[in-house]
T-cell receptor
Framework: AQSVTQPDIHITVSEGASLELRCNYS??????LFWYVQSPGQGLQLLLK??????LVQGIKGFEAEFKRSQSSFNLRKPSVHWSDAAEYFC???????????FGTGTRLQVFP | NAGVTQTPKFRVLKTGQSMTLLCAQD?????MYWYRQDPGMGLRLIHY???????AKGEVPDGYNVSRLKKQNFLLGLESAAPSQTSVYFC??????????FGPGTRLLVL
């Protein structure tokens, strides 16, 4: 079955530290992959997406993600986190034969000053 | 452009009551979706539509009905609300498999 897995439920980092949020996918073919961010009480905002081509994609707010086919991963990274990055992050994927976006269960990021 | 809007923002229902959640988008998107978000479970697809007049079941459709009479609107109905339907509901729209754009959500509490 198609799935998206985020192994880390909760991550805590200090402001200024680097960040990597993990995402693994299970699809028969390479899916389209997305990272969304949700601030408390808000809707979801797209950070970045991968459809094809360059495996390192740049997004908004200084985030980037790298698609690794061999590891079935699409990890989100940021070199230096800011207190305003505290939020919940969702990885999601969709394949051409499903029409449906499948979400991971999310990773809650806490940032300490 | 307003993007995706949802009405109402918050609602309290008693068990057995009915209600309709309204989603509207002004981006001329063909695809529209209804999700529910529960703690620790991410977003789960309830129903979706790939065009005006069409609807399809998602992952958790039981207890919900939908209608897409106009391209810009997607309605989610609860005929007889149950406490298990307490959740935050999100609507989204997209052009096919492109990026989905989300509304701000509706918080529903069923007592």
């Amino acid at each position: 079955a198609q799935s998206v897995t985020q192994p880390d439920i909760h991550i805590t980092v200090s402001e200024g530290a680097s960040l990597e949020l993990r995402c693994n996918y299970s699809y028969g073919a390479t899916p389209y992959l997305f990272w969304y961010v949700q601030s408390p009480g808000q809707g979801l905002q797209l950070l970045l997406k991968y459809f094809s081509g360059d495996t390192l994609v740049q997004g908004i707010k200084g985030f980037e993600a790298e698609f690794k086919r061999s590891q079935s991963s699409f990890n989100l990274r940021k070199p230096s986190v800011h207190w305003s990055d505290a939020a919940e992050y969702f990885c999601a994927g969709v394949s051409y034969n499903t029409d449906k976006l499948i979400f991971g269960t999310g990773t809650r990021l806490q940032v300490f000053p | 452009n307003a993007g995706v809007t949802q009405t109402p923002k918050f609602r309290v229902l008693k068990t057995g009551q009915s209600m309709t959640l309204l989603c509207a988008q002004d981006m001329n998107h063909e695809y529209m979706y209804w999700y529910r978000q529960d703690p620790g479970m991410g977003l789960r697809l309830i129903h979706y539509s790939v065009g005006e007049g069409t609807t399809a079941k998602g992952e958790v459709p039981d207890g919900y009905n939908v209608s897409r009479l106009k391209k810009q609107n997607f309605l989610l109905g609860l005929e007889s609300a149950a406490p298990s339907q307490t959740s935050v509901y999100f609507c989204a729209s997209s052009s096919g498999l492109e990026t989905q754009y989300f509304g701000p959500g509706t918080r529903l509490l069923v007592l």
